[in-house]
């Protein structure tokens, strides 16, 4: 059976929620979030290259582990995962939009006028929903532009897995530095961010973010190594290495920003500096006793099991929120959106995650009993 690490759950959770708290962080009223200390609980960026490593994780666990499922399979299951809850949210997020949408709301900012704009129209409902092909994402839910990425580094990701346990550790770190120089290189001589790219759902940064995907399946494959070489290290010792990395994790943004002013280079930096942060942390949950029980508890497990309904929907209710109450009420609308947030997403959770995760199961279940078989036999 494989190994569940709720402690990962859990971080996924908490980064679920920096991503929240990043958004607000955006909205005119509540953009001294943007500011130290409390940069630190705000640093959405860091939190999606988490996913992308906690997702490389916790796939490679499933393909290396004793049900080790076939491609077909797992791909059914990861369309299911991502695509079923991501489909609803574009759908809720369009329908929202079309009923409280009123106008530019001056008093949020840039960031909220963006996302909800005068002019989206079923053609950019349509883009949504054909997923995977570049399109513009930073509209309806602006979340949604990581599950792009996603789901196309899942349709190789058995391939990726095959890689990572097959060759030297020396050569998957080899070919993902490769890969992002690439896209570093090409972005470099078109003068553009990464950011602006991923949110156009282009196909370049795709290579990059594969590094993070490849860093968790590292993690996974030498998992047992990894936690038995840093348990012959004092606690102590552990506990300066966890503070280092969640420092890192959280002032990425403020520190490459000051030191770094070429703007392209600067989206690159952003995630070769948070990768060693986010390497340290995973590998620490796993490994620190203390860390991993206090990640352990409850609240933070279940944070974790609703923590990509949390993802999906917060920007629906918050935009919806603030859109409903328009320039009346203010600062008694971020305090509503905040307060429907969790209990939409754990709604979300129950009525649109678990059955999707049914479903692919349900799809696959002939595969499954195939194995089974199969195993009784051998």
């Not at 009123?102 to 054909?130: F, K, M, P």
């Not at 490769?178 to 370049?204: K, N, P, V």
Request: hydrophobic fraction near 50%.
């Amino acid at each position: 059976m494989t190994t569940r690490y709720h402690q990962l759950d859990s971080l996924r959770g908490i980064a679920a929620l920096t991503v929240v708290f990043n958004h607000y962080a955006q909205i005119t009223p509540t953009r001294w979030l943007q500011h130290v200390p409390w940069r630190v609980i705000a640093e959405g960026h860091s939190a999606v290259i988490l996913f992308f490593a906690l997702s490389g994780f916790a796939l490679a666990m499933q393909i290396t582990g004793d049900s080790k499922p076939g491609f077909a399979e797992f791909l059914v299951k990861r369309v299911c995962r991502i695509y079923i809850p991501y489909l609803v949210a574009v759908l809720a997020a369009y329908a929202t939009y079309c009923v409280l949408y009123q106008s530019n709301l001056s008093w949020t900012g840039e960031w909220a006028n963006q996302a909800w704009h005068a002019g989206i129209d079923r053609h950019d409902l349509l883009n949504h929903i054909y997923f995977l092909i570049p399109f513009s994402n930073c509209t309806l839910d602006p979340v949604l532009w990581s599950l792009v990425y996603e789901m196309r580094i899942s349709l190789i990701f058995p391939i990726l897995v095959v890689i990572v346990f097959a060759m030297p550790a020396w050569f998957s770190v080899a070919l993902s530095v490769c890969l992002s120089l690439a896209a570093f290189g090409y972005y470099h001589h078109l003068q553009r961010t990464l950011m602006d790219a991923s949110i156009q759902g282009e196909w370049m940064p795709t290579i990059h973010y594969i590094s993070m995907f490849m860093l968790g399946a590292l993690i996974a494959r030498y998992r047992e190594a990894i936690a038995s070489k840093l348990g012959s290290y004092s606690a102590r010792s552990l506990f300066g290495a966890l503070a280092i990395s969640l420092a890192l994790y959280g002032l990425v943004g403020s520190i490459t920003r000051h030191s770094i002013s070429n703007d392209v280079l600067r989206s690159f930096a952003d995630d070769w500096v948070v990768l060693p942060a986010v390497t340290g942390i995973l590998l620490l949950a796993i490994s620190l006793r203390p860390f991993a029980a206090f990640l352990t508890a409850r609240p933070l497990v279940f944070l974790g099991q609703i923590s990509f309904s949390l993802y999906l929907l917060h920007c629906i209710v918050l935009l919806g929120v603030l859109h409903y109450f328009g320039d009346t009420y203010q600062d008694m609308s971020l305090i509503i959106a905040a307060v429907l947030i969790l209990p939409v997403s754990i709604a979300g959770y129950y009525a649109i995650e678990k059955p999707s995760i049914r479903l692919g199961r349900y799809l696959t279940r002939g595969k499954q009993r195939g194995r089974a078989t199969l195993g009784a036999r051998s």
